[in-house]
């Protein structure tokens, strides 16, 4: 049994109780259990910036709350931890551009997150889904 960390959208499906796979609700659950649930502060970061895009379709349902709020409930709401961003991951951050491409800076450090702390990442993201099956001892995943 692995722990996990949820990327932002993961973390927002599954506080909404929308559908995942089989598999990540199964890894999810395991880590309930265990208190290895993890979730970023990133993803704090990522659901705050989310709700002020342009297009309304692509803002996350987050309840009619604020993000703070929201983000507070949910992580309650699941039974995950947050995991700071710390000197260490910020660094690890920034050395992932090179291996997963430009791009989401937000994905950046959800990546480094998990490698420093040797979580498994859930996600539906299909360029971290490429970047684990090309370096599959860079990054392990679960598809949600």
Excluded at 92 to 98: C, F, R, T
Excluded at 105 to 130: H, Q
Aim: some cysteine; overall charge positive; hydrophobic content about 45%.
């Amino acid at each position: 049994m692995a722990a996990v960390l949820l990327d932002t959208h993961a973390l927002i499906w599954l506080v909404a109780g929308e559908k995942l796979t089989h598999r990540a609700l199964l890894e999810i659950a395991e880590a309930q259990a265990a208190g290895t649930l993890f979730v970023s502060l990133i993803s704090a970061w990522e659901s705050g910036v989310a709700v002020l895009k342009q297009n309304p379709a692509r803002r996350p349902n987050l309840q009619g709350l604020s993000p703070d709020l929201w983000f507070r409930n949910g992580i309650r709401k699941i039974g995950a931890r947050t995991i700071p961003i710390n000197f260490t991951i910020a660094m690890e951050a920034a050395s992932v551009p090179p291996v997963y491409g430009s791009g989401d800076p937000g994905d950046c450090f959800l990546i480094a997150t998990a490698r420093v702390r040797k979580l498994t990442l859930i996600t539906r993201d299909e360029k971290i889904a490429e970047l684990a099956k090309r370096h599959p001892n860079y990054l392990k995943i679960v598809k949600c």
